[in-house]
């Protein structure tokens, strides 16, 4: 069930199906649940900035998420204080259900979703919304990680963070360098079709948002941002860690099975040479490209698996260690080859790695069959002898693993580009 209060609205031009610039209109959503101290601070400082710097239309659209403290009265009261301002109220909990809600019944060219907390600062705020407006670009993120970004926040965060990014690009092939950064941008008509497939209602909404639009072809632009971290966030972030790892799985499944396919977007045009004599240009590596490439991943790989292997066999059985240190470092270096050795085309990103997983279940019972023959010769060998051990096998299994990547994994099907 949703209410409204507050009408905000102008003009807007469209020109083959993209919203141009200037004109066209911007709806920023703050979603809010029991932010009675935080909301009037924040839609002061928002409605200032844009009525002084923001040059395009735009209202602000805060979300109650069934607060129990008053917010939505206040909103209202706001709502009618400021011209630019419009309060809705939700039933039920959950950041993803406010975007989701409020974003299929804007009717702006662009919508855009920040934190009431306003951590990120205003001032990318006209860089985020720019390229969509111009139509270059579908959606746009603010990010803490890319370069030129300045953050603020203590290492456990910052470690979180960057581990939780690490595995979305190791595990899809993703581009994009931070998926939960609370700044984000959108052209309407792109995302409603999005919204439809996004199942989560919490915290993995954004990155799910942005797996599938990746998926599905849509450019997304990326701005650095200075950021704030809010000392007081209620953010349990183990359990918000566990769901988004369910959640990653759950994409990857569909990617695989082909409902990630969303068909109603509007689709780019592929680059083509308009002259003549224009060439199309495709990178492939050769041999000798390949083996060092491959070479010096596999190194650093076998490094950081014989380090994780000593460390989590401190605790647990040899092969549950061998399994998790395998796991973490193939991770890290399937999407390393599929980057760097044979450069693919994100479309073939989860067939890519759904064999690379086969791959590994190789590698995993090579390296541990041969654990297992150290402890059937050798009674109660020591550490120094199974981490000798390891390494030879490793060693054994990455030529193995070498041939079937460069001719299984990564057998380039599709077809040879050619000048227009």
Known sequence: MMTKHGVAGSESIRRGGAATSPL??????????????ALPGCVRVLDEFLGREFPFPASITIVDNASTDGTFDLAR??????????????????????????????????????DVDLSTGLNALLPLVTPLANGHSDLAIGSRL???ARTVRGPK??????????????????????????????RAEV???????????AWFFDTELLLLAEHNGLRIHEVPVDWVEDMDTRVDVV??????LRGLIRVARAKASGTARVPDLPRRPEPRAEHPDAVVATSKPGISWQLLSFAVIGVLSTVAN????????????????????????TLFNTEANRRFTFPRRRDNAERVHLKGLLVFGLYYAFTSGALLGLHAMVEAPAQLLELVVLAVASVIGTAGRFLLLRGWVFTDRTEPATAA
């Not at 360098?177 to 609370?182: F, N, P, V």
């Not at 995302?191 to 209602?201: A, M, S």
């Open 157 to 186: 965060r910052e470690l979180i963070s960057r581990a939780y990014n690490a595995v979305i690009r190791w595990t899809h092939g993703t581009t994009f360098s931070d998926a939960q950064c609370g700044f984000k941008a959108a």
């Open 77 to 114: 009261r706001l709502a009618g204080e400021y011209e630019r301002v419009r309060a809705v109220r939700l039933d039920r909990k959950g950041r993803g259900h406010a975007l989701r809600e409020a974003w299929r019944a804007s009717t702006a060219d662009i919508v855009v979703y920040m």
């Open 239 to 244: 359990a918000t860690a566990r769901d988004d």
């Open 191 to 201: 995302v409603r079709p999005l919204l439809d497939r996004v199942e989560d209602d």
């Open 306 to 329: 014989l380090v994780l292997y000593a460390v989590l066999r401190q605790w647990m059985p040899l092969l549950v260690a061998n399994l998790l240190a395998l796991v973490l470092c």
């Open 24 to 37: 066209a209109t911007v709806d920023i959503v703050v979603p809010v649940y029991n932010e009675v101290r």
């Open 146 to 148: 890319a370069p030129g």
